[in-house]
């Protein structure tokens, strides 16, 4: 330091000292965020709106400047009456994904779900879960999975998955399953399944459709059977029947005749609706769409899925408009909006 002058040694005293402010501010912020124990996360959702949820933890710190931050202890994140909680969280700022670790419990309107680990998409609300449950309580059903993937809109997936309507942890009965595809208020799609009775294997069915819905419908029960020393052995299908499933959709019946379809005129659906909500509607369809590839010299082929309903129906859904390939032009969109209003345009709102 002798050496310096008077100039040099000035400046570096200033940078020594700007430095440790610089440290001490640092310092400081951390420790300001793991006393609150409070963070507000505001984000824009994938349709537009805006949201805050509420962190709350016995200790919370950020971590790479502040991009990820961590919680632990009686962890919840609340948005109005919906909650995640979890032992351990960490957030990150950037992607708005959490990732929940410990006793994961999470309330989204009646539904409920717990589990070892989960991870989700704030925003969008999609994600997994690790050895999870989860309860919906318009069909009063249980589902469970050694992995479960959360999907856009009310779509599950599951891993090694068993489905019950009965509570307790020895129900009645009870389905198990490969692997399942569940849409809440839909059906669910099992494959390699077996039917328990007080979880004793009892039947084994290599498909299998069951009904997820908030509202009952017409249709075939669990059946009865077995074996008694005055019957011998028996088997009973019970059937509900719902008087009003005219009113509301989806319609069931008898399908019309073609000329009914064609005055009609259809709209585009959905393949996430036809499979799902509007499967059993005798107004959806599916069809094989020829694609002019090079105008009247080759053609190529697709299924794509129809509605033939009312266009007050609130549970069509238009999805996303697909590519139609062209020689020469490459791939295109398809903009369905036009042409379904000039394919319906000779019947009314409701009708």
């Known amino acids: 330091m002798r050496f310096l002058c008077s100039c040099c040694r000035f400046l570096l005293a200033s940078l020594i000292l700007s430095a440790g402010c610089v440290s001490l501010c640092a310092l400081g912020a951390v420790d300001a965020v793991a006393a609150t124990k409070r963070s507000p996360l505001e984000m824009q959702t994938e349709d537009e709106r805006r949201v805050r949820w509420d962190l709350s ?8 400047d502040a991009e990820v931050l961590e919680a632990s202890g009686n962890v919840i994140l609340r948005r109005g009456n919906d909650y995640l909680k979890a032992d351990f969280a960490r957030y990150y700022m950037s992607t708005k994904w959490v990732f929940l670790k410990g006793n994961v419990a999470v309330s989204s309107g ?34 469970t999975g050694e992995h479960i993937t959360k999907h856009w809109g009310d779509m599950y997936t599951f891993k090694q998955a068993r489905l019950t309507t009965c509570d307790g942890d020895k129900p009645a009965w009870s389905v198990t399953a490969g692997e399942a595809i569940v849409e809440i208020d839909g059906y ?22 069951l009904p997820v819905k908030a509202k009952r419908q017409t249709g075939l029960l669990m059946p009865e059977f077995g074996s008694t020393t005055k019957k011998g052995l028996y088997f009973s299908q019970p059937f509900f ?21 064609e005055w009609r005129g259809c709209r585009v659906l959905s ?9 059993s509607c005798k107004w959806a369809a599916m069809a094989n769409v020829t694609i002019e590839y090079d105008w009247g010299i080759k053609q190529k082929y ?4 129809f509605c033939y309903g009312p266009k007050s129906c609130k549970l069509y859904k238009m999805g996303k408009s697909p590519m139609v ?6 791939s295109v969109p398809d903009e369905h909006g036009g042409f379904d209003e000039i394919c319906t345009e000779r019947r009314g709102w409701d009708d």
């Open 325 to 330: 390939p062209y020689k020469g032009d490459g």
């Open 57 to 64: 933890a016995d200790s919370v710190t950020t971590l790479n």
């Open 110 to 143: 009646k539904d409920e779900i717990i589990a070892e680990e989960a991870e989700f998409d704030l925003r969008s609300r999609i994600g997994w879960l690790k050895n999870g449950r989860i309860f919906m309580d318009g069909p009063h059903t249980y589902i």
């Open 188 to 209: 669910a799609r099992l494959t390699g399944t077996t039917v328990d009775v007080r979880n004793q294997p009892v039947l084994y069915a290599p498909y299998m459709i």
């Open 271 to 279: 393949k996430s609706c036809w499979s799902g909500k509007c499967f």
């Open 241 to 261: 029947w719902a008087v009003d499933d005219s009113n509301a959709p989806p319609w069931l019946g008898a399908p019309p005749d073609m000329e009914t379809y």
């Open 302 to 305: 697709r299924f794509e899925s």
